[in-house]
């Protein structure tokens, strides 16, 4: 019995034994296993092996250590939070969290511990100070954070933290990591999760943060349940179904879905458009493109390259198409003028594109611009592929970009044309509302020349991060003029916004592509149709890029159809820049300025000058950017024009002064606006010589019009005329049309036809 026993007891003994040897022998294969989310043990071994080889990854890496090495020479600041954003403590743990994903890197590229030695004493400052942070003091976020004002820049923060946490993991000891855990890094993704539902479960760029902060901290940590947070949203017992938070989205509703997948699916149109606009895509981006690679990592099954035909490689190359020629996007929505492709976040979604997709050398091109490159595998093949001069160019072509989960809520199109001296580039805006950032500008239009703006969007109404402009946050001007319709190149119906300027109607309704066109790459035509923007009224836009040949720049033909059950007054602004040359009619000067209106944006602007017209034809033309410009409009006796120039009601000076052009109509509900946007000429500073500095457009008529079709003659200073037949209600590229205009009879199939004016 007694030999019985002593052997069990030495089973027990060794399966003991065996399981702490086994559990330990797992933990640390586990430990191990990292880094596992951007930087892999193999990827930092290549890297190793071509250091010093390798140009731009080089240069990249020289640069990032001479900024770590400063910040850690002066020590680790972690104050209490405070500030808005562009105060002192905002910009400081901002900074810290930039610093803690490059210290990260340097210690797994370089092996130089004290990049981790900082990394670790940041963290036990921060794992000192979270479990005693109330919510931050400044309360003027719908989720407020803990280090920062809103919980956005928290999420932020978890983001980049979660790299540097990744990088040292296997270099701290068990006790450390089990603290920053317990102390930090969960409570850390608890409170932007379960304990900010507001923040966590919505469909908006916000939301995409916060999944990916608790869904990269879940990768590091092997936390499945925060991993699933991430991808699927909160289970419906964590939130108060279909509660609203107040900033223009709504927390998850019983049946919705969230989570980053859910912020995939919504948002994203089939060909990578972002609802929200380019400026919000480019900062939702990073992490997007940053959790996609450490998915790709870590979880290769997910196959989170391949989801939805490939949608986020997709959506890069969307990115890039909504830029202007210095590769600044377009500031459609809240958008702030002058964010390019030479951001941060487009440097890594440039860089993973290309490393996860086909290697597209085009990519190359871009990189080159952008002077930098992610400090990881990706970073690197880009690199070495510029070392090799594989680059191509990437080449902007007109494009149309469908809006909606479904790309059935109208879309985006851009005409584009080049030639060896000049690039043309028309913005046409016909898109849903665009969630909370969206504006009420639905037919809006921008247009650009090498890159300058001929007729601008307003973009965003505020300052960011600087702190003197309201803490960096929206200016109340953003809701007051910028989001407002009259703050944009479209019909304005009896000074009111569309949609009444309500965020829930507009949601409801987007506007409808009428038809795309750019075979002819000197006749492109774009045509959107909307209903909804005012009761009773259905209006239509038609623009037209044409390049003559005997013309030296391709001109804009603008046809603004409005119909509506009632008479009504339409404004139709355009939002030049520079500087008024002449006009070939009379008009007054205000000689005492007064608002043009006293609300929906008209409060904002001054009333500078105006015209009754005595005629059929209006011509007005300005300089800007060494170039001259010409609006050649088909006018009625009595249509009035407006000059105007925002700033009224802004004591701040939180506004532009930007001019603007302005024909209005009174007491119609059947109103046509046909105008020619033309640039001609340029000045010589240097030799003070003008050139071209008339238009080449002598008028502009409407020569027929009914329900189903529209006619425009154009007549040249030259005496050519030509005419622009348009079907308005059959879109079929293969229908035959014909129609009897002044004595003469014209033919042609599908939706257009730019052709000569036929003898009598």
């Known amino acids: 019995m007694k030999k019985h026993t002593t052997t069990i007891r030495l089973h027990i003994t060794y399966l003991f034994i065996f399981s702490f040897v086994m559990g330990f022998a797992q ?76 210290a990260g890197v340097l210690f797994q590229i370089l092996e130089e511990e004290k990049y981790a030695i900082y990394i670790r004493d940041m963290f036990l400052a921060y794992a000192k100070m979270y479990p005693t942070l109330p919510l931050h003091p400044q309360e003027r976020s719908y989720a407020r954070g803990k280090i920062f004002w809103q919980c956005l820049n928290d999420a932020n923060w978890l983001v980049y933290a979660s790299q540097a946490y990744d990088c040292i993991y ?152 909504l830029t202007d020629d210095n590769g600044a996007f377009f500031p459609l929505n809240d958008g702030q003028k002058g964010m390019s492709y030479k ?54 072509k007109s494009i149309e970009l469908r809006d909606g989960a479904k790309g059935d809520e109208g879309g985006l199109a851009i005409l584009r044309h080049t030639s060896k001296e000049n690039s043309t580039a028309l913005v046409f805006k ?92 000197n006749v492109q035509v774009v045509s959107a149709v909307e209903k909804n923007a005012y009761p009773g009224t259905t ?24 119909v509506s059950d009632k008479k009504q007054k339409l404004d139709l602004p355009y939002y030049y820049s520079g500087q ?43 300089f800007s950017h060494a170039k001259f410009y010409s609006i050649t409009s088909a006018v009625e006796i009595g249509d009035q024009v407006i000059f105007g120039r925002i700033g009224a009601n802004d004591p701040a000076f939180n506004l532009r002064r930007d001019p603007v052009y302005m024909l209005r109509k009174e007491n119609t509900n059947n109103a046509v606006f046909a105008s020619i946007i033309e640039p001609h000429g340029r000045y ?3 030799s003070e010589s003008a050139t071209d500095a008339y238009s080449n457009i002598d008028k502009v008529s409407v020569s027929y019009k009914d329900i189903a079709y529209i006619a425009i003659t154009i007549t040249y200073k030259s005496k050519k005329e030509k005419l622009f037949l348009l079907a308005t209600k059959d879109a079929s590229s293969t229908k035959e049309h014909e129609l009897k205009i002044n004595g003469s009879t014209y033919k042609w199939k599908g939706v257009s036809e730019f052709t000569k004016i036929k003898n009598k």
């Not at 289970?235 to 995939?264: H, R, S, T, W």
């Not at 007051?480 to 309500?502: L, P, R, Y």
């Not at 009619?585 to 005595?614: C, D, I, M």
């Open 27 to 102: 933990k640390s294969s586990e430990i191990n296993t990292h880094p596992n989310l951007i930087l892999t043990q193999k990827g930092v071994e290549d890297i190793r092996v071509k250091l010093g080889s390798v140009p731009l990854f080089d240069e990249t890496l020289a640069e990032t250590k001479k900024e770590v090495d400063l910040e850690i020479q002066k020590g680790i600041l972690v104050p209490i939070p405070k500030d808005m954003a562009g105060g002192y403590t905002h910009e400081q743990h901002k900074k810290n969290f930039l610093t803690l994903q490059k």
């Open 170 to 321: 296997s270099w701290l000891s068990q006790k450390e990591r089990k603290y920053l855990e317990k102390n930090l890094f969960r409570p850390f993704a608890d409170f932007l999760s379960v304990g900010s539902p507001q923040f966590f479960n919505r469909i908006h760029n916000h939301s995409t943060w916060g999944n990916v902060a608790v869904g990269m901290i879940g990768l590091v940590m092997k936390d499945q349940e925060l991993i699933d947070r991430a991808l699927y949203g909160l289970p419906e017992d964590n939130i108060k179904a279909g509660q609203k938070d107040n900033d223009g989205g709504f927390i998850k509703k019983p049946g919705d879905k969230a989570g980053f997948f859910a912020n995939l699916d919504q948002p994203f149109s089939p060909d990578g458009y972002y609802t929200e606009g380019p400026y919000y895509q480019r900062y939702a981006m990073y992490p997007f493109m940053i959790f996609a690679e450490a998915l790709q990592n870590s979880k290769p099954e997910l196959k989170i390259f391949e989801y939805k035909n490939g949608l986020l490689l997709k959506s890069v190359y969307t990115l890039l198409n």
């Open 343 to 396: 951001s941060r976040s487009l440097v890594s979604a440039v860089d993973i594109a290309y490393y996860f997709g086909d290697q597209d050398t085009s990519l190359l091109s871009i990189a080159k611009e952008q002077g930098k490159v992610q400090l990881d595998a990706t970073g690197l093949a880009v690199a070495v592929g510029l070392k090799e001069n594989k680059e191509t160019p990437f080449i902007k």
């Open 430 to 521: 016909y898109t849903a509302q665009g969630l909370s950032h969206g504006h009420y500008d639905k037919l809006s239009f921008s247009l650009y020349e090498n890159g300058e703006e001929v007729l601008q969007d307003y973009g965003l109404a505020r300052f960011v991060n600087i702190e003197q402009k309201n803490g960096g946050g929206y200016l109340k001007e953003n809701t007051t003029w910028a989001k407002q319709t009259i703050a944009h190149n479209t019909i304005v119906q009896n000074e009111t916004s569309h949609f009444n300027g309500d965020f829930e109607t507009g949601s409801e309704h987007h506007s409808n592509k009428y038809v795309f066109d750019v075979t002819n790459n």
């Open 539 to 562: 209006m239509q836009r038609t623009l037209v890029l044409i390049k003559e040949e005997e013309l030296e720049y391709p001109y804009v033909l603008d046809i603004m159809e409005v």
């Open 580 to 622: 008024i040359i002449d006009a070939n009619f009379e008009y007054q000067v205000e000689e005492s300025l007064q608002p043009l209106g006293t609300k929906n944006g008209y409060q904002h602007l001054w009333k500078v000058g105006e015209a009754t017209l005595s005629q059929n034809n209006a011509q007005f033309n300005w």
């Open 684 to 686: 010589n500073v240097v």
